[in-house]
Nanobody, 124 residues
Framework: QVQLVESGGGLVQAGGSLRLSCAAS????????MGWFRQAPGQERESVAVINTSGGSTYYEDSVKGRFTISRDNAKNTVYLQMNSLKPEDTARYYC?????????????????WGQGTQVTVSS
């Protein structure tokens, strides 16, 4: 069992930045791929960014490429999402998820453990 706690969400103006953090309860997450997903009201949850176990392989959804950066610190059991140049369409609840898999899967149904999410609201 892995418990995940996200933090760092909030209200920001368009063009601003936020850094999301997700801390895992497990003693080590080195064998787990980690991802950030988001869900806006009335929409399906979509993958935003994922990172493999070593951090050497990442995936980004097209709309966030060049603006968002996913990273991880295995010593702190934490994954981050640096979000720059935020747009109103980035407004959503952001969820962290992990799965015991080295290959950084990008589909939400491939992830086993989920956090409760943190709200990101970008005003125009």
């Amino acid at each position: 069992q892995v418990q995940l706690v996200e933090s760092g969400g909030g209200l920001v103006q368009a063009g601003g930045s936020l850094r999301l953090s997700c801390a895992a309860s497990r003693r080590t997450i080195s064998g787990y791929s980690m991802g950030w997903f988001r869900q806006a009201p009335g929409q399906e949850r979509e993958s935003v960014a994922v990172i493999n176990t070593s951090g050497g392989s990442t995936y980004y959804e097209d709309s966030v490429k060049g603006r968002f950066t996913i990273s991880r610190d295995n010593a702190k059991n934490t994954v981050y999402l640096q979000m720059n140049s935020l747009k109103p369409e980035d407004t959503a609840r952001y969820y962290c998820a992990v799965v015991l898999n080295t290959g950084a899967p990008i589909r939400r149904w491939e992830y086993k453990y989920w956090g409760q999410g943190t709200q990101v609201t970008v005003s125009s």
